[in-house]
């Protein structure tokens, strides 16, 4: 975690046009530190029994960080043409307990985030979202990861781009 992390994690919140980034040992971690971050914020909380939308697709290192804070995942079908969330299935969970949606672009697919962000607008509903597996993806200029109040992101060998052993991002918009 020397100087040239910092240099990096500079660096990649520049390339993703967001305020932070910071780097971590790997994506898991992003994704359990992106969602310790919300159980400690000054305004509206997370809390154990939240509700949390997931898609039925995903890593399991998108669901236990949830777990792990006693969230309640509320699964939510896939479409299959894109793997992403199956917008119709997502309205249909949205309910009064519902506190965080976590959204993965599954294998490079962007979700739309146009329609998301219409379902959860005026719900106090947080959006996060879990792109480990689609760095340098973009809907028109904008790369994912950045459409939510955080994102995550990773550098394991299996993935987009590599740091030898692996590595985590998680890029915060605004975080108070």
């Known amino acids: 975690m020397g100087k040239h992390v910092k240099k990096f994690e500079r660096a990649f919140a520049e390339k993703m046009n ?4 910071v780097m971590v040992n790997s994506g898991s971690s992003a994704n359990l530190l992106a969602i310790a971050a919300l159980f400690y914020k000054k305004e509206n909380p997370l809390k154990p029994g939240d509700e949390v939308i997931v ?11 949830l777990q792990q804070y006693g969230l309640k995942c509320v ?28 959204v993965v672009n599954l294998l490079g ?10 379902l959860i607008d005026g719900k106090k509903i947080y959006l996060f979202e879990d792109n480990c597996e689609s760095l340098g ?27 030898m052993e692996g590595g985590g991002y998680i890029v915060m918009n605004y975080i108070k």
């Open 18 to 21: 967001t305020r932070f980034s």
């Open 137 to 163: 993806a973009k809907i028109e200029d904008k790369y994912t990861g950045i459409f939510g109040i955080m994102g995550s992101y990773s550098s394991f060998f299996s993935h987009h781009i590599s740091t």
């Open 75 to 102: 699964f939510v079908d896939i479409d299959i043409e894109t793997l992403n969330h199956d917008l119709e299935s997502y309205e249909q969970a949205i309910s009064p307990k519902t506190k965080l949606v976590v």
């Open 55 to 65: 898609p039925a697709v995903s890593w399991s290192t998108t669901y236990h960080p």
């Open 109 to 118: 697919n962007a979700n739309d985030f146009l329609k998301i962000n219409n």
